[in-house]
């Protein structure tokens, strides 16, 4: 499974940011998919989780609920995270995962939160 980031960027406090991952492969719903985020100096933390199937159950961190979405689109191999009244403790690269047969990451996408 290959996932490729997109979307992050530069954005002010209170802002919003729309990264997405694409991800190969023909058993897309059937793979488990998350948010990863690392910040500098910090361990890697999940962020937002999303089941397979068609319906999708997302779970999502303390710090993010309320602000940040995760959503998927089994027909076109697309994950996506809506991430609103961003913070500058939101800074960091943000890695795509799925789970299926094993565990695979994307190259990550730098979010810098700042005024």
């Known amino acids: 499974v290959q996932l490729v980031e997109s979307g992050g960027g530069l954005v002010q406090p209170g802002g919003s940011l729309r990264p997405s991952c694409a991800a190969s492969g023909n058993a897309f719903s059937s793979y488990a998919m998350g948010w990863y985020r690392q910040a500098p100096g910090k361990e890697r933390e999940m962020v937002a989780f999303?089941?397979?199937?068609?319906?999708?159950?997302?779970n999502y961190s303390d710090s993010v609920r309320g602000r940040f979405t995760i959503s998927r689109d089994n027909g076109k191999n697309l994950l996506t995270l809506q991430m609103n009244f961003l913070q500058p403790a939101d800074t960091a690269v943000y890695y795509c995962?799925?789970?299926?047969?094993?565990?695979?990451w994307g190259q990550g996408t730098q979010v810098t939160v700042s005024s």
């Open positions: 999303i089941t397979s199937g068609g319906g999708g159950i997302p």
């Open positions: 995962n799925a789970r299926y047969r094993g565990n695979f």
